[in-house]
């Protein structure tokens, strides 16, 4: 008898290990998107279901490896810019450009808000073809709703340099910070309302 339920426990671990092995892991897409700092555009995708990681960096420049203290001079070329790493069972790249539009001004000249410079300038920068044709039909689209011309660059990413481990999460890490509860707070807080979702 113990025999006999060893063995069938045996066969019941085997069955459940094959299932566990056999189901297709999750494979994650990508899409590099700025907006002005990157602390807002980090917090806003950070609350939009089927968003695993954002990760803030630089992008769209000619300097290897830029720092920060680098990207403030304006001369890198780079700006600010978010890897958002997504589930596109959860969520579609569609989905992604459309709540852009909604997370920061695309229509304004040198900057965003009072962070004015080419590092916070609007801009999707496309990994694919299909990515391309994507940020094209949703910034024509998105155009229709917006009084003044979108501003909006659309570019190949040529290479994404992640950026210092002290903006990482900074939002959720630094709440207090004046920045952050005087301009993104707020930002989430309506964002939240508009998502349904509560803090992560």
Not at 82 to 98: F, G, N, T, W
């Amino acid at each position: 008898m113990k025999t006999r339920l060893l063995s069938l426990l045996s066969a019941l671990l085997l069955s459940m290990t094959a299932a566990v092995s056999s189901a297709a892991p999750v494979k994650l897409e990508s899409l590099v998107l700025g907006g002005g700092c990157f602390w807002c555009t980090e917090a806003a995708y950070e609350l939009l279901p089927g968003v695993k990681n954002v990760v803030s960096g630089y992008a769209g420049g000619h300097v290897a490896n830029p720092t920060y203290e680098q990207i403030s001079t304006k001369k890198t070329g780079h700006a600010e810019v978010i890897r958002i790493d997504y589930d596109p069972a959860e969520v579609s790249l569609e989905r992604l450009l459309e709540f852009f539009w909604q997370v920061h001004n695309p229509t304004q000249v040198g900057g965003q808000g009072n962070d004015i410079g080419p590092q916070y300038r609007s801009v999707i920068l496309f990994a694919n073809e299909a990515q391309k044709a994507a940020a094209e039909r949703s910034r024509a689209k998105a155009a229709l709703e917006f009084r003044d011309p979108i501003t909006t660059e659309i570019g190949a990413l040529e290479k994404f340099w992640e950026a210092e481990a002290y903006h990482q999460d900074y939002f959720r890490r630094n709440p207090n910070q004046g920045y952050c509860a005087y301009v993104i707070a707020p930002k989430v807080s309506k964002l939240r309302k508009e998502l349904g979702v509560g803090k992560k």
